[in-house]
DNA sequence: CCCCGCATAATTGTATACAATTATACGGGG
DNA sequence: CCCCGTATAATTGTATACAATTATGCGGGG
């Protein structure tokens, strides 16, 4: 038997099963905070909630388990991971250095339609900025990124890529609205763009790591890290 | 209730439930080859091979496609994944720079027994090479790879080396059988080992980049890329 | 001969029942 | 009053039953 789109790993994109929706609900429900970091969740409770049985929810929980997002004590239970100060710096620095390398490899295999809705999404970001539109502008942050994981035409660095970018993401929306950040973040990006466009792979490599420095240390300066644990 | 030990991204230990068993056998036959790639893996025959019902073997299916090591195909069936050789030159440019951020670290973080440990590797590495015994120079260069892995003090970086490490793993001895290169990359595990001994962390991070490299290029240039698809 | 459609078999998806383990509550001894 | 053991309840682990989906084989029409 044939199967197609070999993806080496594969996201859990199967929405329309139970465990498909079970595991992007809890998933939903953690990033934005209806569970608490360390709260215990129970097989049952959920099960009932969503009105399917524990089956399905004891898979999703095994795929949630391998994603981080929650850790799962043998005979105990289930419990939501709390991401330290320690670990979301970890994470900036290792995603500077492959946010770098992700620049350069789109500067070599960036499509026309991928180079068109990154000019598109600058545009559209420097608007909503310019209008103090937040939610837009985090929108498109991430899209910007997105576009850029896509572009480097490498499953590996796209999954490890969009892996950290989900990580981080619970605390995102807060530390993109300040407006002052956001218009240096957005004037990042024109540059880490233009440099693809222009073919320098290895400036847009520089430009990619230091956006993510800087945008760690505005983090770090404005207290957002207060955020996390320890 | 309290939780220890809380890794943000836990690997799966659990080998005394029938799951955790039935996880470790399956990834175990996959890495040694006994499922070719693209083989169909049916619940109820590896179920009745190992003495268990379909449960534990769904679950541990879930957790293998997180892994990244086969692929589920809802409503139809779960296949053995392939590496391609992109996938692999992609992984080692990415392990490149990330070997080289935990050398780094490690110079910072290593403890007195790791550095002990990590010389001692050394020792014995040399000498079975100078036998000849390609078992064991393969288990000790993965010992000392993850050895640097635990002293960067990161559980992130951690768990993303380890990852990939594991991933490479299905051809590596093929790799280090070659003695010329085994030679050369034990010299280079001494220089990295130095560079942290005596804490020169940016020299310990070119040469874990550049040993890196030197691995990579010496599996394209003896044609062990062929084991992999495309 | 090939292609299509339908019946049947095989396989995965989910629900439920039961077993094993762990948490909780209670009562007695110190 | 506290500590501890035991009984009970709650929760997870596994097996099994059934539903839904997909693969297979066969016969008829072209």
Redesign the pocket.
Known sequence: ?KVENYDVKKEVTDKY???GRVFHKIREDILSGRYKVKE?????AI?EEM??????V??AFRQLELEGLIR?V?????YVTGITVKDVRDIYMIRSLLEGLCAKWATEHISREQMEEMEENIFLSEFHASKGHTEQMAELDNRFHEIMYEACNSKMLEHALKDYHQYVLRVRKKTLSTQTRSTASNAEHRKIMEAIKSGDGELAEQLANRHMINAYENMVENGYMEHYEE
Chains 1, 2 share one sequence.
């Open positions: 038997m099963s139970l465990r215990e969740l129970r097989e049952v099960g009105g399917v049985s524990r089956t399905p004891r898979e799962i043998p005979n105990k239970g289930a």
